[in-house]
């Protein structure tokens, strides 16, 4: 576990991110919980503001068109939680792209949920139909996806607060 002391303090909104299937949703409901604040799941977030789902919105209009919304979204947060008393679980690619990451330790306290890339592949080959961006993948295709990925994301991830 790392971690940057008294950070936390001086913030009040809570963000969880890491790759997908990592448990950053239950984690955050638990976590919201234990500190009597609201908890946002990105993801549901955007599909009650599009009334659309994620998965329609990646296959309809495409990913760049996706992470435009996410963006807008994870701002609107801000706006909508005045008191900032929220834990939020983004999604796995959220703090990857259009400067995201940079809003996030901006505005809140970031913890990076590291699973095992083992536990991840199980739990994927199990939802498969849920992620848009796997659900097409083989078994095989599916691991070699998530080492990937996965590489290419933690960059991002690594710069969160705290590492779990």
Same mark, same amino acid.
């Given at each position: 576990?790392?971690?940057?002391?008294?950070?936390?303090?001086?913030?009040?909104?809570?963000?969880?991110?890491?790759?997908?299937?990592?448990?950053? &949703?239950?984690?955050?409901?638990?976590?919201?919980?234990?500190?009597?604040?609201?908890?946002?799941?990105?993801?549901?977030?955007?599909?009650?503001?599009?009334?659309? &789902?994620?998965?329609?919105?990646?296959?309809?209009?495409?990913?760049?068109?996706?992470?435009?919304?996410?963006?807008?979204?994870?701002?609107?947060?801000?706006?909508?939680?005045?008191?900032?008393?929220?834990?939020?679980?983004?999604?796995?690619?959220?703090?990857?792209?259009?400067?995201?990451?940079?809003?996030?330790?901006?505005?809140?306290?970031?913890?990076?949920?590291?699973?095992?890339?083992?536990?991840?592949?199980?739990?994927?080959?199990?939802?498969?139909?849920?992620?848009?961006?796997?659900?097409?993948? &083989?078994?095989?295709?599916?691991?070699?996806?998530?080492?990937?990925?996965?590489?290419?994301?933690?960059?991002?991830?690594?710069?969160?607060?705290?590492?779990?």
């Amino acid at each position: 576990m790392r971690f940057i002391p008294n950070k936390l303090k001086a913030q009040q909104i809570i963000y969880l991110l890491g790759f997908m299937a990592t448990g950053k &949703s239950h984690t955050g409901k638990l976590l919201s919980q234990r500190l009597n604040y609201t908890f946002v799941d990105l993801d549901e977030y955007i599909e009650k503001l599009t009334h659309c &789902s994620v998965t329609t919105l990646f296959a309809t209009y495409g990913e760049t068109y996706f992470r435009t919304i996410e963006k807008d979204c994870l701002q609107r947060l801000i706006t909508a939680h005045p008191t900032g008393k929220i834990v939020v679980a983004l999604g796995g690619g959220t703090p990857c792209f259009n400067q995201n990451m940079d809003f996030i330790r901006q505005t809140g306290f970031s913890i990076f949920i590291n699973t095992p890339l083992s536990e991840i592949y199980q739990r994927l080959q199990k939802e498969k139909h849920k992620r848009p961006l796997v659900a097409h993948l &083989s078994d095989m295709e599916l691991l070699t996806f998530i080492q990937q990925l996965y590489l290419q994301r933690y960059r991002f991830y690594a710069q969160a607060d705290m590492e779990i």
